[in-house]
Structure formats: structure tokens, C-alpha cells
């Protein structure tokens, strides 16, 4: 057993120097098919019947030690701070995953349970930053659901005194299509940039096939 507090421990000299840990046989194994051989002696502690074959453990708990790092590295993959205390029983990456993956589920739930109350998710000073386009041209306002980068449902607040009501419906308020699938377009184009973020690219449309508009709407889902 071994605890360490993330933040408040010293990483450099109980973690740091933990090394990843398997059995001689799985080493054998890795050598015969021409793996690890850049590795020199004490680079892996390598466990036989007899306990370490090269050198001494740098730590007591060296083996618990390293699954600490992992258990670091892995959480890492969250993109995010967790406050919490964590405990871990016999685990690997696969389980560190597992709950990485639900805990990332939970912040997308409270995200989406924020939008239902009132709270975007993505304000327009964040959504400017995301995209290029501006006044006249800009047609999200505030996205108020996300789910990875699969769905998201914004809006867009219109009034009557939008210059295009003047001809299009007088007296009939209706966005024109064209818009509306801008809007959408545009929020596409935020879900997109979940997966281009620091890549340096911007999404763009290009094209649009088989789109139907089946009553007039303001509010845009993608």
C-alpha cells in the first residue's frame, strides 16, 4: 500500500524514479521478438524466481510505486483537475481508463444539466474563439448542451428587427433557411474543433446533401 497526495508530496523523490515491472519469462518473451533491446540493464525491474534480477529495488514498493505513475498519467488524459482521493486495488491501465472515460461522462452530464438551467456551456466570448466569423455572420449566441464532439444544441436569439424579416414573410417572422443551416453549420463546426483544438485548423462547410427543413425553428441541433 502506498499513498501519495498530487500536489502536495514531493513526485521527484517518491515517484519519479519507479520503474515499470515484469517477469523474466515476459522479458524473455519481448527479447525473442526483438523488443527492448535499446533497454539496458536496470532501465525495467525485471522480477524472477528469486526477486530482482538486476540491482536492488530503488524503493521498497517499487512496483506499487510505478502504478502510482500510471495512475497519474493516465488521469492526465482528462484534459481537467481532479479533486478527490482515489484509491486503487491491483489496477492497470484498463481500469485507470474505465474510470477516466466515466468521469468524463459525469462532466458532460453537469455540463448538459447546466444548459437545461440556464447556464451555457459555451458563451459567446468562447465561442468567438473558436470561430472566425463575426457580426453580421456569427448565427450561435450561447450552446447550452455538448456531448463530446457528437452533439451539441445551441442558440441563436433573433428579433424582429432582424433586416431580413423586412422582405422575407413580412409580417410573418421567419428565419430563412439558409440561416438556419449556417447556424447549424457553425455549431457543427464547434464540434469539429473539439478535435481540431491546437492543430491549428478551422472547420469549414463545403457542402450540405439531402437537407430538408420541415418547419420554421430557432433552434439549432447538430
Same mark, same amino acid.
Given at each position: 500500500?502506498?499513498?501519495?497526495?498530487? #500536489?502536495?508530496?514531493?513526485?521527484?523523490?517518491?515517484?519519479?524514479?519507479?520503474?515499470?515491472?515484469?517477469?523474466?519469462? +515476459?522479458a524473455r518473451q519481448?527479447?525473442?521478438? *526483438?523488443? &527492448? !533491446?535499446?533497454?539496458?540493464? &536496470?532501465?525495467?525491474?525485471?522480477? #524472477?524466481?528469486? &526477486? $530482482?534480477?538486476?540491482?536492488? /529495488?530503488?524503493?521498497?514498493?517499487?512496483?506499487?510505486?510505478?502504478?502510482? =505513475?500510471?495512475?497519474?498519467?493516465?488521469? %492526465?488524459?482528462? #484534459?481537467?483537475?481532479?479533486?478527490?482521493?482515489?484509491?486503487?486495488f491491483r489496477s492497470?491501465? +484498463?481500469?485507470?481508463? +474505465?474510470?477516466?472515460?466515466?468521469?468524463?461522462?459525469?462532466?458532460?452530464?453537469?455540463?448538459?444539466?447546466?444548459?437545461?438551467? *440556464?447556464?451555457?456551456?459555451?458563451?459567446?466570448?468562447?465561442?468567438?474563439?473558436? /470561430? $472566425?466569423?463575426?457580426?453580421?455572420?456569427?448565427?450561435?449566441?450561447?450552446?447550452?448542451?455538448?456531448?463530446?464532439?457528437?452533439?451539441?444544441?445551441?442558440? !441563436?436569439?433573433?428579433?424582429?428587427?432582424?433586416?431580413?424579416?423586412? #422582405?422575407?414573410?413580412?409580417?410573418?417572422?421567419?428565419?430563412?433557411?439558409?440561416?438556419? /443551416?449556417?447556424?447549424?453549420?457553425?455549431?457543427? *463546426?464547434?464540434?469539429?474543433?473539439?478535435?481540431?483544438?491546437?492543430? &491549428?485548423?478551422? %472547420?469549414?462547410?463545403?457542402?450540405m446533401d439531402r437537407? !430538408?427543413?420541415?418547419?420554421? =425553428?430557432?433552434? %439549432?441541433?447538430?
Amino acid at each position: 500500500m502506498f499513498t501519495f497526495r498530487l #500536489g502536495r508530496d514531493d513526485y521527484y523523490e517518491q515517484l519519479s524514479r519507479a520503474r515499470t515491472f515484469l517477469l523474466e519469462d +515476459e522479458a524473455r518473451q519481448l527479447q525473442a521478438q *526483438g523488443l &527492448g !533491446k535499446h533497454l539496458q540493464p &536496470g532501465d525495467v525491474l525485471v522480477f #524472477g524466481p528469486n &526477486g $530482482p534480477v538486476d540491482g536492488e /529495488l530503488r524503493y521498497p514498493d517499487e512496483p506499487v510505486r510505478h502504478k502510482v =505513475c500510471d495512475l497519474i498519467g493516465d488521469l %492526465a488524459l482528462l #484534459g481537467r483537475p481532479v479533486v478527490g482521493r482515489i484509491v486503487a486495488f491491483r489496477s492497470g491501465h +484498463e481500469q485507470n481508463h +474505465e474510470l477516466v472515460r466515466r468521469l468524463k461522462e459525469l462532466s458532460q452530464a453537469s455540463h448538459r444539466r447546466q444548459g437545461v438551467r *440556464g447556464e451555457p456551456v459555451m458563451d459567446i466570448k468562447r465561442i468567438m474563439r473558436l /470561430l $472566425p466569423h463575426r457580426y453580421p455572420f456569427l448565427m450561435i449566441d450561447r450552446i447550452i448542451e455538448m456531448d463530446g464532439d457528437r452533439k451539441a444544441v445551441a442558440i !441563436k436569439n433573433v428579433t424582429i428587427n432582424e433586416p431580413y424579416f423586412a #422582405g422575407h414573410f413580412p409580417n410573418l417572422p421567419i428565419m430563412p433557411g439558409v440561416m438556419i /443551416l449556417e447556424a447549424m453549420a457553425q455549431l457543427s *463546426g464547434i464540434l469539429l474543433s473539439q478535435r481540431l483544438e491546437h492543430t &491549428g485548423k478551422v %472547420a469549414m462547410l463545403l457542402s450540405m446533401d439531402r437537407v !430538408k427543413i420541415r418547419r420554421p =425553428c430557432g433552434r %439549432a441541433t447538430s
